[in-house]
């Protein structure tokens, strides 16, 4: 059996950077371009990012959280450095997110509900509509969340609760309509 990440970073071996980029590349990516909603800077965040872990004196055993708290930081810093933080919204739109992640026959065929999903998502408020994104698209754990945002587990719990609480009552409204 090889080794895993962990120990091969923490062991400063050489095919260790091959094997993050495999097997976190794509999701730092999606994460990244979440927060940054760029192309190009989510693929500068991810080299930082990486540079940063492959750079770690101390590798932690719950690596997947901690990666994904590095990649956060990151990206806040990017978005404080861009001044963005000052109106009070530094994550972008949903809206934005979805084009780059589906095929050509996906988006048209869900558009538009696509759409309304979006603006339903962008009500929430940050903080709702971060530990849903965590939660569903990165498909994290409500521990992993927590150690992440460095809060406790039970106001991710709530968080996670009260914003699928508003989507449905959201969803539920658009049905009346």
Excluded at 104 to 128: C, G, I, P, Y
Excluded at 141 to 155: D, G
Aim: proline share 4%.
């Amino acid at each position: 059996m090889t080794p895993s990440l962990v120990v091969r970073l923490r062991d400063g071996e050489p095919d260790a950077a091959a094997l993050l980029d495999d097997l976190y590349r794509d999701a730092l990516y999606r994460f990244c371009w979440g927060y940054l909603g760029g192309s190009e800077e989510a693929e500068d965040a991810v080299q930082d990012i990486c540079f940063k872990v492959l750079s770690a004196k101390e590798v932690p055993e719950r690596f997947r959280p901690w990666i994904y708290r590095v990649a956060r930081n990151h990206c806040l810093n990017v978005l404080r450095g861009r001044g963005r933080r000052k109106d009070g919204h530094p994550l972008p739109s949903a809206s934005r997110l979805h084009v780059a992640l589906t095929g050509q026959l996906t988006k048209l065929a869900n558009d538009e509900l696509r759409l309304r999903m979006a603006d339903m998502v962008d009500a929430l408020s940050d903080s709702h509509r971060e530990v849903l994104r965590l939660r569903y698209a990165e498909d994290l754990s409500r521990a992993e969340i927590a150690e992440i945002l460095e809060l406790p587990e039970s106001v991710v719990k709530s968080r996670l609760f009260e914003g699928l609480k508003r989507l449905r009552e959201q969803a539920g409204e658009l049905e009346e309509r």
